[in-house]
């Protein structure tokens, strides 16, 4: 069965968009990709300056979560100004 072709900034911006915590597995049924092609993807984001990430530990299992790529993140400009537009007016 052929994979997709997925690159490391693909899979990046589908962690970060999703915020959720990922291990090989849940990556690879999520995306549709053998294990090991996930795993070999979050050795790269987790080698890569230019992502930061978070990793914990539940028992023998490695959690990685994105918090963010240099220079972009997690908001869209519609979905920053509908924070901006919360924050502000919603004191009112």
């Not at 990556?27 to 294990?35: F, K, Q």
């Not at 070999?40 to 300056?49: G, H, P, R, T, Y």
């Amino acid at each position: 069965m052929s994979q997709p072709h997925m690159t490391t900034h693909a899979v990046a911006l589908h962690m970060l968009k999703t915020g959720h915590s990922y291990t090989a597995c849940i990556l690879a049924r999520e995306l549709g990709l053998s294990v090991q092609r996930a795993n070999s993807l979050i050795a790269n984001v987790m080698a890569a300056k230019k992502y930061q990430i978070e990793e914990f530990h539940a028992k023998s299992t490695r959690y990685i979560r994105l918090l963010s790529i240099v220079g972009q993140d997690k908001y869209n400009d519609s979905q920053r100004a509908q924070l901006w537009n919360l924050a502000l007016f919603a004191a009112q």
